[in-house]
């Protein structure tokens, strides 16, 4: 591992093969089978439809939204809602470790292997041209995928439990990023991607 002198989170180091605009943390949350608990608990889970080639279908994960402000992608509006506890803290602990505050968060439930999240990239106006975005993974293992969108080169983590994935600077103008689905039999993960949202 490298700490890169250019990085906009100096505080965070890369894998020398990853891509400078991400910074991997393994085991940055500890006693990770309580938060995951916590928060299965507190968070109000929802499973909206979207449109796709004139079709509804429902997502093919669980997830909720918490911050000031309404969020809009893929044609599903999410309302305001204020942070429940164990996020606050958790946001508060990202404070500390990046100097981020992070006013949003989207939160993800992959049941099992057959959730996905589909290639994409999280670039809508409100996050701005360069978006800082802070992802925290616990419960399952899942492998999460980078690819170039002009190079076509790819990055893949397998992110456990506790890990911290910080993407930064061009990550979601030059990359669309993934977690595809699985055959091997898993628990639940819950998926934690905290954004600075313009309000």
Request: proline share 7%; hydrophobic share 35%.
């Amino acid at each position: 591992m490298h700490i890169d002198r250019g990085n906009p989170l100096p505080g965070l180091v890369t894998h020398a093969d990853g891509p400078a605009c991400v910074r991997y943390v393994p085991g940055w949350l500890a006693d990770d089978d309580r938060w995951m608990a916590a928060l299965v608990d507190a968070v109000a889970w929802e499973q909206p439809t979207v449109t796709v080639f004139g079709r509804q279908h429902p997502t093919p994960r669980l997830t909720a939204w918490y911050g000031d402000a309404a969020y809009s992608y893929s044609g599903i509006t999410h309302a305001p809602a204020a942070f429940p506890a164990p996020l606050s803290e958790i946001r508060e602990r990202l404070l500390t470790t990046t100097g981020v505050r992070f006013n949003s968060c989207l939160a993800n439930l992959y049941r099992d292997g057959s959730d996905s999240m589909g290639a994409h990239a999280d670039n809508e106006p409100e996050l701005g041209p360069e978006p800082t975005i802070a992802s925290v993974s616990l419960g399952a293992r899942r492998r999460f995928v980078m690819t170039h969108v002009e190079s076509g080169e790819r990055f893949t983590w397998s992110l456990g439990s506790g890990d911290l994935l910080v993407m930064s600077g061009e990550s979601q103008r030059e990359y669309r990023h993934a977690v595809p689905k699985t055959t091997a039999r898993t628990r639940t993960r819950l998926n934690l991607t905290f954004r600075v949202f313009a309000t």
